[in-house]
């Protein structure tokens, strides 16, 4: 295939904003230069030591070898247990859950077996930054349904039903969502609900910071009246358990969806990794008291990051509910866009932040800081950040 064709084929993909912002930060740093790191949303935690023991015993054990496709059974049972505890969903593990290698691929899979060509994806933003390049990668079309700062970045359905066309075939949820840290309210999910059932579409939920939430009930859709049978739940281990390089999601979905899902997950990555998987085992069953003292860690760490920021003047810092991130409204600090501040600030103040703009439609005007590091890092990048701003 001649390399045009290659480019053409991906012309409307851009690569990660965030790991641009990474690159330039390195590149600083390999000039001997002092960067802190407020970009990416890694948990700086380890992982609890009773589920990296259970790795290493797999490892031990010689448990290195491929498991069925869609997952070791103890794992798939676990899960089914943690759905039916945690968030109402009723699922049969043997036909309706696969566990993945990350959410992230998770996501991919629901993506590539929900949409094809020609079909639109509904996004509300800001999201993630990966939303819409999965939709473009299956053919389909992102639709963007900007949210508003103004009410809170707040859902409503006549943001949904004016985008929605013919050949909008799913919606596509992040809660709690990433960046602005919102948990969806009761009145928010049943309005998904009831425009997800009035116009046929598919839910796709997007859960991985369920466990760093610090107010707010969580609400799975799909546990909802009449939402089980159009909603695929993507949940997994990265965040809540400081399980990031282990690379382990799940996905629960309709018994014919999944079963198409398992089909993508043969012919790609065919399994999970098998002493990983062991991993998932202990962190579901194992003792929970570790992921709560990091989310108490987080949101103090929350407070910290807000407070500082909030002294600052052009800068907006309300509290996030959920996730690792402070979404701040810099629209006061005169710079055109929040990339242009991203990159001043980056250069001016060594602190690496990702522009609001990466976040889709509704993203500009803020910027993203992470507080998923250590307070003394924290209050550094405050200093910085309000010094740079008052040389400017």
């Known amino acids: 295939m001649p390399v045009s064709r290659v480019a053409s084929r991906f012309a409307g993909i851009e690569k990660s904003p965030t790991y641009a912002i990474l690159d330039l930060a390195a590149a600083l740093r390999a000039q001997g230069e002092s960067i802190l790191d407020l970009n990416g949303g890694e948990p700086d935690f380890d992982t609890p030591g009773h589920i990296t023991a259970e790795g290493m015993q797999a490892l031990n054990d010689g448990f290195t070898h491929y498991t069925p496709s869609r997952g070791l059974p103890t ?95 799913a919606l596509l949820m992040n809660n709690p969502n990433n960046p602005t840290g919102n948990v969806l309210t009761g009145t928010e999910a049943e309005t998904v609900a009831d425009v997800a059932r009035d116009h046929h579409l598919f839910v796709i939920t997007d859960e991985i910071y369920e466990k760093v939430r610090f107010r707010g009930e969580h609400i799975s859709i799909g546990a909802l009246p009449g939402m089980a049978d159009r909603t695929v739940t993507v949940n997994g281990f990265s965040k809540g358990y400081a399980m990031t390089g282990w690379r382990l ?24 990794g098998s002493f990983v998987q062991r991993g998932g085992i202990s962190a579901l069953t194992g003792p929970q008291e570790p992921i709560e003292e990091m989310r108490a860690a987080y949101e103090f760490r929350r407070d910290l990051l807000v407070e500082g920021l909030s002294g600052i003047p052009g800068f907006v810092c309300p509290t996030p509910d959920a996730a690792l991130y402070a979404f701040c409204d810099i629209s006061g600090t005169g710079f055109a866009d929040s990339t242009a501040f991203t990159t001043w600030l980056l250069r001016e103040a060594k602190v690496a932040v990702t522009p609001g703009s990466a976040f889709g439609p509704g993203g500009e005007r803020h910027i993203r800081l992470a507080f998923a590091t250590d307070e003394k890092t924290l ?3 405050v200093g910085r950040i309000k010094s740079a701003m008052g040389r400017l």
Not at 116 to 121: A, M, R, Y
Not at 138 to 146: C, E, Q, S, W
Not at 253 to 261: E, G, H, L, R
């Open 75 to 169: 794992l798939l049972a676990a899960i089914g247990d943690k759905l039916l505890k945690d968030n109402g969903l009723a699922v049969e593990p043997a036909r309706q859950v696969i566990v993945t290698p990350s959410a992230k691929h998770a996501l991919l899979l629901s993506v590539m077996t929900l949409l094809g060509p020609g079909d639109e994806l509904l996004i509300p933003t800001p999201s993630w930054v990966s939303y819409p390049a999965m939709a473009r990668l299956a053919g389909a079309d992102p639709v963007f349904a900007p949210l508003s700062a103004d009410n809170g970045f707040r859902i409503t359905r006549e943001l949904l039903e004016e985008r929605i066309t013919p050949r909008t075939r």
């Open 249 to 272: 999601g799940y996905v629960a979905a309709p018994d014919d969806v999944s079963a198409q899902m398992l089909k993508v997950q043969q012919h790609t990555v065919g399994c999970a």
């Open 379 to 381: 209050g550094e990048a």
